[in-house]
């Protein structure tokens, strides 16, 4: 898998916006953004993925920059429960090997 | 409809002892994925299994370590003669396929002694 460049933490206030970095310039053209995250002494869990479009679900937005090489995770409205650690991953699609490679990520922090 | 499942949550091992993790995977999923995460870094692919085929265990220390994830059952990490450094949160993962989403267990905290 290619790699990805995460600031090392994040801290922001509740009820705000929060706009997590990715950048990954040497990704190829089959692979596919992916974000997990990981909360205190849980295992990640999957928030979003894209390929060259932005994307939105229930949890986040994903803004996919148009030559690719960026990425950013948006929260619209942080509440306590967002804070943890965010990992972006790109993914191959063209098969083989299947297994994640999870960086340090981004630790985002909560304020009341 | 259950996640995956991972039991035990946690393991107290004496060194030498043996570690049997077990996970159940989502209902419908027949691939399965094994993670390691030790005391502050990340996580570490291990192995990643379909019905009784291993596809890749590239991440996978070359001893004391298996996996298997049989027809009928969960799928097991057995570590063998357990040793301190082994001491470290155990994740699994499924999905229904190659370059599906995975989605992951609580996890197996191992603790050994």
């Known amino acids: 898998d290619a790699k990805t460049t995460q600031p090392n933490s994040m801290e922001s206030n509740e009820e705000e916006p929060v706009h997590l970095p990715c950048n990954h310039s040497?990704?190829?053209?089959?692979?596919?953004i992916h974000w997990y995250r990981q909360l205190p002494s849980q295992g990640p869990e999957y928030v979003i993925h894209?390929?060259?479009s932005n994307v939105n679900n229930r949890m986040a937005s994903l803004a996919i920059a148009e030559d690719r090489k960026s990425s950013t995770l948006i929260l619209h409205r942080a509440t306590l429960r967002d804070a943890a650690v965010y990992y972006c991953?790109?993914?191959?699609?063209?098969?083989?090997?299947?297994?994640?490679?999870f960086g340090k990520g981004t630790h985002l922090i909560i304020q009341p | 409809n259950a996640g995956v499942m991972q039991n035990p949550r946690h393991l107290v091992r004496r060194r030498g002892q043996e570690a049997r993790l077990r996970c159940s995977p989502m209902?419908?999923?027949?691939?399965v994925y094994w993670y390691r995460q030790l005391p502050e870094e990340g996580l570490k692919f291990m192995v990643y299994?379909?019905?009784?085929?291993?596809?890749?265990e590239s991440g996978m220390p070359k001893e004391r370590f298996s996996a298997e994830f049989p027809k009928e059952g969960p799928s097991i990490l057995r570590i063998q003669q357990v040793v301190r450094g082994d001491s470290a949160a155990y994740f699994c993962?499924?999905?229904?396929?190659?370059?599906?989403?995975?989605?992951f267990g609580p996890g197996t905290r191992l603790l050994v002694l």
């Open positions: 993962a499924s999905s229904l396929g190659l370059i599906e989403t995975q989605y």
């Open positions: 040497t990704i190829s053209g089959t692979d596919y």
């Open positions: 894209g390929l060259t």
């Open positions: 991953i790109l993914r191959d699609s063209g098969g083989g090997a299947d297994g994640l490679t």
């Open positions: 209902k419908g999923h027949s691939h």
């Open positions: 299994l379909q019905k009784e085929n291993i596809i890749d």
